[in-house]
């Protein structure tokens, strides 16, 4: 948690926020049963990876709303696209425990999103998708790969370049 609260938190609005914040946001959002849906993306630019985690919340007729933080560090510690992904994995998985141990929400209200392609694709992630995957679910977490992971390819992935 104490990684996450130095984070600069943003609204999709682009106001900047804190993690206590976003989490009672989360809280309100799950209180009608609302799912979460988390998905991280990354790009690569002079030198730099830059991690995006997302937090999207919809609500049924009332449209949405979503936070993300950013994150740039050294590129040669990601220099696999393996490293990379499962980092963006990882960083997902993290925001989702703290939620479900802060607000008390049930593993079943959480999606998370990967930017990963389904096996037997021609795509260079999808070697990586069954283990992936079996990452998320092992934690108990909903999981949703490409073409339906909108909250890490669309999202995330706005806020990454």
Not at 20 to 33: A, F, G, I, M, R
Not at 95 to 101: G, H, K, N, P, Q
Request: aromatic share 10%; with cysteine; charged share 25%.
């Amino acid at each position: 948690m104490d990684l996450l609260d130095n984070k600069i938190w943003i609204s999709g609005s682009g106001k900047t926020t804190s993690l206590t914040n976003v989490l009672e946001t989360v809280s309100e959002h799950v209180k009608n049963n609302s799912k979460i849906f988390i998905g991280s993306d990354s790009f690569i630019s002079q030198g730099k990876v830059c991690f995006v985690t997302a937090v999207c919340l919809l609500t049924k007729n009332f449209g949405g709303r979503y936070y993300f933080y950013r994150e740039k560090v050294p590129s040669f510690r990601y220099s696999a696209l393996t490293a990379r992904i499962t980092e963006e994995v990882r960083r997902s998985i993290e925001f989702a425990e703290v939620v479900m141990d802060k607000k008390e929400v049930s593993s079943d209200l959480i999606e998370l999103h990967l930017d990963v392609s389904a096996p037997g694709t021609s795509n260079g992630t999808s070697k990586m998708s069954d283990m992936l995957k079996g990452y998320v679910q092992g934690y108990g977490f909903i999981c949703k790969l490409k073409p339906n992971a909108w909250a890490s390819q669309t999202v995330a992935d706005k806020h990454s370049k």
